[in-house]
């Protein structure tokens, strides 16, 4: 048996009065995902360690089944994995989103929908005035980019962008973690890595709105590009690959647009299969989503199909943008695949989830259960008839946790 997951990520939500007390996934119109739960078994996931952050890199390194507690770096080193850059041993590496800050507060997480052709002048303009023997900074895609720091020590407290806006950011500078153990020997202490991150936040903010880039924003009162943000660093992590931990994996591959998914899989031993318009936001190539991961599943045994606009339409708040996404998830990725599949006579195992919810009107990750289902020609049902936040209370996996998703998953 092949087996895919389909994860929205943020899909899943709170009870809004703007939708007579539903949740997104309650309101919307998915019938496909419906079928998959009318027909399948649904539960619920705790998908963030006790003592975590509710990120995405957390949340999905749990998904596919590993204790965080022994293999997470932090995002940075997801990062460069994706972006192609081999970190060395005394390398710190940070993910760098590029942001707006307006009136002394964090406007937008995403510099404005920064896009990669833009991000990257900016990116090439701060190595040319910040970059050194122990700075760079390293292009990804969009606002999203790669910081690394020759040297530089990991015990230092970041506020991740995504989960203050509308906050004062000089409030949320990064400092030192007290007392933390520190597993190798470093140039930099933390104290002296954190002064370096500020610094480079605060001369950034100089150095941003005086390139041409930023200039043409002002000009039309649009949103500018305006300061780096730094968080999330760690070192080079140790996982055992998919395949190694889970014999029933020959082969398999990962389908994101975004850089920390595609990391992961690096690191799982995941082929990255790249889809042209995948954007990680709603107008993202949904269709050559869908049929990358068919195609993918021809060859392999397992594919991780991840799809990042929901996260982002409730991080900007939303609403009616994050149902379309949740809507498109459903109707042009989990339909043509559940048709397509379920005519092969190789039977394929399907689950669908958030990796955390995002609700639309916190605009942050929270560290909540998410609901899911998993279907396969000739599962039997539980009682569960809709796939949404409260009809997976009642599916019969109950609570898993953590790994148990993964475990549960692979013995079909």
């Known amino acids: 048996m092949k087996h895919i997951i389909i994860l929205g990520d943020g899909m899943a939500d709170h009870p809004v009065a703007r939708l007579q ?5 309650q309101h919307a119109n ?3 995902m419906d079928l998959l739960a009318r027909n399948g078994r649904c539960g619920r996931l705790i998908t963030i360690p006790e003592g975590f952050q509710p990120g995405s890199e957390v949340a999905n390194t749990a998904i596919l089944g590993y204790d965080l507690n022994r293999v997470y770096q932090g995002r940075g080193p997801l990062e460069a994995a994706s972006i192609g850059y081999e970190m060395q041993p005394d390398d710190l590496a940070l993910r760098c989103n590029i942001i707006t800050l307006e009136e002394g507060k964090i406007l937008t997480h995403n510099g404005g929908n920064l896009q990669t052709a833009d991000a990257d002048k900016l990116i090439e303009y701060l190595n040319e005035h910040l970059g050194n023997e122990r700075v760079r900074f390293v292009t990804g895609i969009q606002y999203r980019h790669l910081l690394v720091i020759r040297g530089g020590n990991k015990n230092v407290e970041y506020a991740p962008p995504h989960d203050h806006p509308n906050e004062a950011w000089a409030q949320l500078l990064p400092r030192p973690i007290e007392n933390a153990d520190n597993e190798k020997a470093t140039e930099l202490t933390a104290q002296e890595t954190a002064e370096l991150v500020r610094k480079l936040i605060i001369d950034s903010q100089k150095l941003l709105p005086q390139h041409p880039y930023n200039k043409e924003k002002a000009l039309h009162g649009e949103r500018q590009a305006n300061s780096i943000w730094p968080w999330s660093g760690g070192y080079r992590p140790s996982m055992e690959t998919l395949p190694h931990r889970y014999p029933q994996i020959k082969s398999g591959a990962v389908i994101s647009a975004v850089d920390l998914i595609r990391g992961i899989g690096h690191y799982a031993g995941l082929q ?8 990680g936001l709603a107008d993202t190539n949904y269709e050559g989503k869908a049929a990358a991961a ?3 599943l021809r060859n392999n045994d397992f594919v991780f199909l991840h799809i990042e606009a929901s996260d982002e339409a409730g991080h ?6 994050k149902l379309q996404t949740i809507e498109n998830l459903d109707q042009r990725i989990v339909k043509p695949i559940y048709e397509e599949v379920s005519r092969w006579n190789e039977p394929v195992c399907i ?3 958030p990796d955390h919810p995002t609700p639309v009107e916190m605009r942050i990750h929270v560290d909540e259960p998410v609901p899911f289902l998993i279907w396969h020609r000739g599962i039997e049902p539980d009682q569960v008839q809709r796939y949404d936040e409260l009809s997976c209370v009642n599916g019969s996996y109950g609570m898993l946790r953590l790994e148990q998703f993964m475990q549960e998953f692979m013995k079909y």
């Open 21 to 25: 007390g539903k949740t997104l996934l």
């Open 272 to 279: 990255n299969i790249i889809v042209e318009g995948a954007t």
């Open 351 to 353: 689950a669908v989830l």
């Open 30 to 32: 998915t019938p496909y």
């Open 316 to 321: 900007d708040g939303e609403l009616d943008l």
């Open 294 to 296: 068919i195609e993918a």
